[in-house]
């Protein structure tokens, strides 16, 4: 499985979500803090209620090395369930990358970690740790079923999703989709008669 996480690394979320047809897509919402953060790794999933990140604890100290924490926050955009020290504590433990369906806090001090962080945005508010959640659990993460053990996969455009069961198909289909994208573009870069006879391929389908 390591071997197929290594090629999914180097593979664009864009390629990967044409191989599943666009199904496992997390809400566009959810965003890397930089442009330049791109990850692949195995989810630990983290489900939590709002207003409590005793959870994403609990999942730090259980995470292996590559771990990615892939957190169900209900969407919440008011109370982060992160700030700069949590997530320093998420990269001293070989945590791969955070994806969360909420909001982190601490923004300027993340961004100085370097690590990657997808989440719905920002926030100033603070969570609670009234020890209510649960850890390696199936959850819904930005509209996607996400099981523990998936492939995770983010980069600028978006997170992705990839069940365990049909990486090594997903990964070949993806592998497929940039090689034909390729062979279009040497095909008709730079030609214009060339993208005429494209243009007219396509509109007569």
Do not use: W
């Amino acid at each position: 499985m390591e071997n197929i996480i290594k090629e999914f690394q180097n593979i664009p979320t864009t390629a990967i979500s044409d191989a599943l047809d666009g199904l496992n897509n997390l809400n566009s919402a959810i965003k890397p803090l930089q442009e330049h953060y791109r990850f692949a790794g195995r989810a630990l999933t983290v489900q939590l209620p709002i207003n409590d990140n005793r959870a994403v604890l609990k999942a730090i100290g259980a995470a292996q090395p590559g771990d990615v924490l892939v957190v169900d926050s209900k969407g919440d955009t008011y109370r982060a369930i992160a700030g700069d020290f949590v997530v320093g504590l998420m990269k001293t433990m070989g945590i791969r990358a955070l994806v969360v369906d909420g909001v982190i806090r601490d923004i300027v001090a993340i961004k100085e970690l370097d690590f990657p962080v997808f989440s719905r945005g920002t926030t100033v508010a603070s969570s609670g740790k009234a020890g209510v959640g649960d850890i390696n659990v199936p959850i819904s993460c930005g509209g996607v079923a996400v099981y523990p053990g998936d492939i995770i996969v983010g980069d600028a455009d978006g997170v992705v999703v990839v069940a365990q069961k049909s990486a090594e198909e997903i990964l070949k289909k993806a592998k497929e989709k940039i090689a034909k994208d390729q062979i279009r573009e040497d095909t008709i870069a730079g030609k214009p008669e060339e993208i005429k006879k494209y243009i007219a391929q396509m509109l007569a389908k």
